[in-house]
């Protein structure tokens, strides 16, 4: 109920906001500290506002005042998903814009042609492209030689789409104001944690992360930047640590994600044994201190070894908020993109 109960207070998205993200149109989006503090504010006042007008059945118009009506994205997917996939192609179809999907069959990325020359093409053809893809590098390859924006929707280094959900989440369920929360982190340093780290400081909060030493450690020249904004803003912090009961001290919300991503099959058994000590229990965010009302986030697909079901099924879990938050972010980092922030 109280996440209902924000979900609406926070609805309301005016002059201010679009005159704001006014200037971010024709943009790509690589990673979240791409938009600046005000441009990821307003991105996520209009998802709010979406959201409030799809909750209230109040989003579809007529075809020919649809907002994106005569546009289309290209999806690129190197690396299947479910979340991105059918909140993009839904949202899509609900602001009138047609996508078509890209899989590593159906076009020819950087094998038998170049990057360079996939991005120019596909630029002729549609509005956005969209790509979600193993190295950081192609995703910058496609946005340098693409004449329209392309959306990250996940790379080896950053996952600005997710960061953008989980702010949204946070802000229904904790706080509206996000300024002073503590975000724990508990398990592999990955894309995912480098832009919610960075969404996380942008937005004021107090980030703790916890992973094995070594390779697992989060990026740091992304903890530099996260850091960097800290000092910039005048809030937020960022602590990292190798023991989880370290890390959960004052948690207000405990993160974790895969420790398996595609393409570590291999590593899988190994992986198991390095992050056996991370799994997210209520013993374990208990013993470390977490506030008495933390809230629990995965970005999906979850393994029971990450996190077991009495978390992950209990009303301290906000996955699934989590993961319908997806539509309403991409839909509005499209309509921004495309200089349609004001058409809702």
């Not at 690396?79 to 590593?104: N, P």
């Not at 996952?159 to 996000?178: G, R, V």
Request: hydrophobic content about 40%; proline content about 4%.
């Amino acid at each position: 109920m109280i996440g209902k109960l924000f979900t609406r207070s926070l609805s309301t998205y005016g002059p201010v906001e679009r005159s704001i993200l006014a200037g971010a149109a024709g943009r790509s989006l690589l990673r979240i500290d791409d938009y600046s503090v005000k441009e990821m504010n307003a991105i996520l006042a209009l998802s709010r506002h979406i959201k409030a007008l799809h909750k209230g059945n109040n989003l579809i118009h007529p075809q020919d005042n649809t907002p994106l009506t005569g546009k289309s994205i290209a999806m690129i997917f190197q690396k299947r998903s479910t979340r991105t996939r059918v909140s993009t192609e839904t949202g899509a179809a609900l602001l009138g814009m047609h996508s078509l999907f890209l899989g590593m069959e159906d076009v020819q990325l950087g094998v038998n042609e170049s990057l360079r020359d996939t991005a120019i093409v596909l630029s002729r053809y549609n509005s956005l492209i969209l790509a979600r893809v193993f190295g950081h590098e192609t995703v910058t390859e496609l946005s340098t030689y693409s004449t329209v924006p392309v959306i990250n929707a996940l790379s080896n280094s950053h996952h600005p789409l997710q960061a953008l959900a989980d702010i949204m989440t946070l802000q229904e369920h904790i706080s509206p104001n996000l300024a002073g929360s503590t975000i724990c982190w508990i398990g592999d340093g990955n894309n995912v944690l480098n832009d919610l780290m960075l969404a996380g400081v942008m937005s004021g909060c107090n980030i703790r992360v916890a992973t094995p030493p070594g390779i697992h450690e989060p990026n740091k020249q992304v903890v530099e930047s996260a850091m960097n904004i800290c000092k910039n803003e005048g809030k937020g912090s960022v602590n990292l640590f190798h023991d989880p009961l370290d890390a959960l001290k004052g948690a207000d919300v405990v993160v974790t994600d895969t420790w398996v991503s595609m393409g570590q099959e291999s590593q899988k058994q190994a992986r198991l044994k390095t992050f056996s000590t991370y799994k997210v229990t209520n013993d374990l965010v208990t013993r470390g201190g977490a506030n008495p009302n933390w809230k629990f986030m995965h970005c999906l697909p979850r393994h029971e070894f990450e996190v077991d079901d009495e978390v992950f099924y209990s009303p301290k879990s906000l996955v699934w908020d989590e993961a319908e938050n997806r539509m309403y972010t991409v839909m509005a980092v499209m309509l921004t993109m495309l200089g349609k922030a004001s058409s809702l």
